[in-house]
């Protein structure tokens, strides 16, 4: 069985606005619930023109606010650049106004450029993450007796549920060894996730928060009638991933981060150097009919030994977005968990 989800980064097209793709998020997240979608999660970026997603935590609000089941989380926080106790009590409150739908998803990495993280952070650097990390745990679970110790409010009963995010074996380690559920971002590194969310399992300590191991794959994927609809309408992420090299973050500065429109992305010449970009992303990328993308999808969990997937769709048109959730929803119907 597997639990569907979708990835959302609210991008921003040519030609469109912020407000317009934040507003596409929020109907999208309606729309997943319909269609029977287990989770809708929100990624964090920073300083890039393509993504209006860089407060996951406003949209969680606004997202759990205009739905009524859907599981709702972060995709994830980056906790390199804030407090622990903030993000446990941002998160607490979320908890206490939807009890049992919000879940909290933790990114190792800046989400943006060096001067862009010092700007946010302080200057702190990565090797904060790991006693953050240990200190978040820590207000979640209460340990603390003495009375006089800081605690996070409000305080709820069980939850949020903590992932771990990553596109390597460093973020696999920590959530196998902290106890944490795990996402393996397959839209970054391909398949060499299998291996990595294998190796997760196998060294996990269970944990009050999660006995078990719980893993979770993030793909890129584009589904349409047909593998040649699917091809066309995947010219747009080609175009962009030419010009950004693939960064989901912020690319190079005065590069145009935004989806370009089908018709621009259709009419563009690709170069050579162009031509071998889109070409190194490889496995990264599934388009195709439904049966096409559903198959891969099956396969990919399979192998991992995962029950969850996330799906990330770039398309700039939010109705053939909208579509490609649909006919995936629909191709596996019969092997999904509510």
């Given at each position: 069985m597997i639990r569907l989800g979708i990835l959302d980064l609210s991008p921003v097209r040519s030609g469109g606005s912020p407000a317009e793709a934040l507003a596409e998020t929020v109907r999208l997240a309606q729309a997943a619930e319909a269609l029977g979608y287990h989770r809708f999660w929100l990624a964090e970026h920073h300083g890039a023109t393509g993504f209006?997603?860089?407060?996951?935590?406003?949209?969680?609000?606004?997202?759990?606010a205009a739905t009524r089941s859907i599981r709702v989380g972060s995709g994830g926080v980056l906790l390199r650049h804030y407090s622990p106790l903030k993000v446990v009590?941002?998160?607490?409150?979320?908890?206490?106004l939807y009890p049992g739908r919000i879940e909290l998803g933790l990114g190792r990495a800046p989400g943006c450029d060096e001067q862009t993280a010092a700007a946010l952070s302080g200057g702190v650097g990565e090797d904060v993450f790991e006693p953050r990390?240990?200190?978040?745990?820590?207000?979640l679970e209460d340990v603390e007796e003495d009375p006089e110790a800081v605690r996070a409010v409000p305080v709820v009963d069980g939850g949020p549920p903590v992932w771990l995010l990553g596109s390597g074996t460093r973020?696999?380690?920590?959530?196998?060894?902290?106890?944490?559920?795990?996402?393996?971002a397959h839209f970054l590194a391909g398949d060499a996730g299998v291996q990595v969310v294998r190796m997760y399992a196998e060294r996990y300590r269970p944990s009050s928060r999660a006995p078990e191991p719980q893993a979770c794959l993030a793909v890129a994927a584009l589904c349409a009638e047909s593998d040649r609809d699917a091809e066309r309408l995947s010219a747009s992420a080609r175009l962009w991933f030419a010009r950004t090299d693939g960064k989901f973050t912020a690319p190079d500065r005065g590069v145009d981060g935004r989806m370009p429109s089908l018709d621009e992305a259709l009419a563009h010449r690709f170069t050579p150097e162009e031509q071998a970009k889109v070409a190194a992303v490889g496995d990264r990328w599934i388009a195709g009919s439904p049966a096409r993308v559903r198959d891969r999808l099956l396969e990919l969990a399979e192998r991992a030994g995962v029950e969850n997937v996330l799906v990330l769709t770039l398309c700039p048109d939010f109705e053939a977005r909208l579509r490609s959730y649909e006919l995936l929803a629909k191709a596996l119907a019969p092997v999904a968990a509510h």
């Open positions: 209006a997603g860089s407060c996951p935590e406003v949209l969680i609000a606004a997202i759990a009590e941002t998160f607490r409150t979320l908890e206490a990390l240990r200190s978040l745990l820590a207000y973020s696999a380690a920590y959530a196998a060894y902290f106890g944490c559920a795990f996402a393996f």
